[in-house]
């Protein structure tokens, strides 16, 4: 029986698992919100119909199923959602309710349980979407809403019955406890399996609220000690009123049957006195015999005449003659027939004023001419004359529903009528009366039929009246309202319970959330956050108080920062203004051309690069990246920066240079700082370029009419990483018109916003598709391209890059250029430093440099040379001129001579460089040797 | 080479100094074709030019033709060597030398 009511109950949990773990592992979870809400709501609605079929529950009579439907809407709502509660709660309510039309359930709770299971619906969907913010609550609070809704359940049914108690209290009595328990059990069971499965840590549980917690224990406890109280207070109350009203009820009724049996004595024996008196008035024997006969005649015990002064005159028992009906207290009482006030009397049956010991019942008429006439009978006389009266007084009367009273005589014989006792010994029926134990008129309580009564007796006349009511109608009321009272207490206490939970958590847990949530933005680095918290006065100066500390801060910080960054600032000022920043550098130096640039990601950088020239025809340059960014970086390349300059002004050899450096900078590094490097020494006579690279990115070398390519060679270790590094030298041969570009990490590993590289690839692919390759220009639109490809991108290295071109190579008895723009400067430059060397006449050394000018400007402006090479000797006052270009080939002495003897109008000028030469030169000789034009001149130094 | 120009009442005169070779008679021939149109009179003093060449000669020739239309060129200050060269090509027939 209670085993189909707990089957029932797991049902749902059942259910619930087979919902959830089809949300979590296929497709079902995938449905939209609202439809899955609506299924859910359907299943579990199926499961309140199943849960109030027989099959699922008990049936205690009268077709009303004790069962578990009310846990299935209560699953849906607070496991699933408000929606799927909802719909559960109303499907299972009308199942219910059209059910009972089929006499598939009982009519007598239809309303009642149709309404309280869509409630249900309705409880678990508020109390999810307002208590439990929408999410599954802890097992506890389903096992307490399970059984709370049954007590609404339970008063439903008295509300829907109130014309009918009692059959309403019956079927709460037998159906609270198990229906409680059971719906109670359900709940908490199907939403503890669910927190198990998905070990869910989003659930609400009992407690986990601190501030909650507390207010929910103490009022837990105030509310079950009031309920203690309030239920032991109504229970007895209750109890004392019952009884009373019992007692009452009882008493009445005894009262009642009393009553009508003194009105049947009295009437009897007042007739009896008026027949003795017309049969003695009639007579003229007033004889003692006279009076026995009389007495004989209508049964009674004695016949007394009394004068109008209270004596016995006359009697049928001598004994009494002369008593004074003055002298005792049961005899005097009928005084009040001499007074005039009462025709007639009668008394009670009880002992008499003369001999206590015996009992008659008296009554008296008055006698015209003073005095009254008295008769008295014993019980066996006057019962005789009664009984049949009494027998009837009691049939039809009952006390309350169910109780009845009877009329025993003196033995507890029942005699009354209309009950299935008569003729029974009270005490054989089982209402064992001791009237030693038990007082007339008090009640107590005696088992009859098995269930205790309760009973009363009084004693009328040689009978005894007994009323039997019941014990459980009795105390029926008291039972009523103290369930009803119990019921409403628990929905009240369990409404303030809610509602506590709901203020606190409304007015203080939420407030303080909010609090907490722009607190926690606030400690990760968003001082943006105001805190907005208005929902009561408090709050509102704990946000007001917050905000204002978070301003404090906000400026103290942004004070600093701007102190900081003034400093990095000026920081990086000096940083910048220790690297060379002004090109061209040497804007004398022809031969060459340097450009560098850095762009430091924050203020100051790590990067750095230098050039410097070591002696007039000798320059280092170079380009490094210290490990890490800012200060540090700054510092660090500052040291390394000079020890590099200092050791290489030293006249080191650049792989050298590195060496010490690297010792150098290992010393007291105890931040574990390193640096990548790349050095190069250029001799500018002969072109060769050392190079030595501490662990840096190759560069990018462009020969003259080449492509841009790496100029890849290994790596030695970075600097300041390992004492004891020796460094290899490389050595470059350049030609005039070679370029190098150098660059830090930062280039190629620039990130896009899809934290893309900028990559290796990508930048010789610009380079090479550069149409100037000026140094300068190289560099900016290196910048450039980065800048398009990083795009809004932030830059997080520093971007460090140098380029070197060699424009030509001055030796000190050759010149070797490319035959373009500037190399006229570099031939005169160069025609210059031979003339200064030769000392000679003016006119002498002006001649060479004519010389060198026409043949040089001839091969730049006509040869379409790539590339060009002067040379000279001297020997024996003899100045020997050598020319090689790989142009076309061109003699210039099978050139015509110009006619210089016309007007200035006919002159041409071409022709004229190569005849002044010939002018001024002892010889000139010119062969046309491996694809290339070679020219000697040679002149006199003397002349 | 440096130019110093001076321009009172329409004579133009060019002080050269240094070298008047490849590299430095664009110069001139700019400095020419900015000052020259409004100049009668074209005097260059060579008192401190160390030589020419055949650059130089060809923008003496352009400027010689210009001035032959529209007034006079004087040269004046010529070292033996310049005069050499004048010689040499004979330009020392073609051009006014003081």
Known sequence: MVFTLILTALYNAMLAVAIYIAEKKTAFGRIEYKKKQIIIGILFGAMAAFASTKFAGVDIGDGTIMNVRDAAPLCAGLIFGAPAGIIAGIIGGLYRYISAFFGLTGTYTQLACSISTALAGFIAAALRKFMFDNKKPGWIYGLGIGMLCEIIHMLMIFFTNANDPSTAFNFVKICSLPMMLCNGFSVGAAVLVISLLGKDKDAVQFGKRHISRTFQMWLFICIVVAYVLTSTYTYMLQSQMSNTETETVIKTSIDDVNQDIHDTSDENLLNKTNLVKSDYLASSDKSEAFLQTLADKYHVAEIHIVDDNGIIVNTNAPRYLGFDMASGEQSAEFLVLLDGTHKSFAQDYRPQSYDSSAAYKYAGVTLQGGGFLQVGYDASEFRADIDSTVEKIATNRHIGENGFIVICDDEWNIVSEGTDYTGYNLASIGIRIDPEKNAENTIFSTDFNGKPHLVEYEYAEGYYIVGVIGEEEALFMRDVSVYLSSFMEVLIFAALFILVYFLIKKLIIDNLMKVNRALSKITNGNLDITVDVRANEEFASLSDDINSTVDTLKRYISEAEARIDAELEFAKQIQHSALPSVFPPYPNRKEFDIYAQMDTAKEVGGDFYDFYMLDDSTIAFLIADVSGKGIPAAMFMMKAKTIIKDLAESGLEVNDIFTQANEKLCENNDAGMFVTAWMAIVDLKTGVMSVANAGHNPPVLKRANGKFEYEKQRAGFVLAGMEGIKYRKTEIQLAPGDEIYLYTDGVTEATDKDDKLYGEDRLTYLLNSLSDTDVKSICEEVKKDIDRFVGDAPQFDDITMVSFRLNFIKGDDKLSFIPGKDAGTAVSDFAQQLTSKLDVLPKISSKVSIAIDEIASNIINYSKAKTAEISYSIEKNKLNLMFEDDGKPYNPLETEDPDITLSAEERQIGGLGIFMVKKMTESMDYKYENNKNILKLVMALNS | ?98
Do not use: H, W
Request: negative net charge; proline residues 1%.
């Open chain 2, 1 to 98: 080479m440096t130019i110093k120009q001076t321009n009172e009442y329409g004579k133009l005169t060019l002080a050269l100094s240094g070298r008047l070779d490849t590299v430095t008679a664009p110069d001139l021939e700019a400095a020419l074709d900015a000052s020259l149109s409004g100049a009668t009179e074209l005097c260059f003093d060579f008192t401190d030019l160390e030589y020419i060449s055949s650059a130089g000669l060809r923008v003496l020739l352009k400027a010689q033709k210009i001035m032959n239309t529209k007034g006079k060129m004087t040269i004046t200050g010529v070292n033996e060597t310049i005069m050499e060269v004048f010689d040499i090509t004979g330009f020392a027939d073609i051009l006014t030398i003081e």
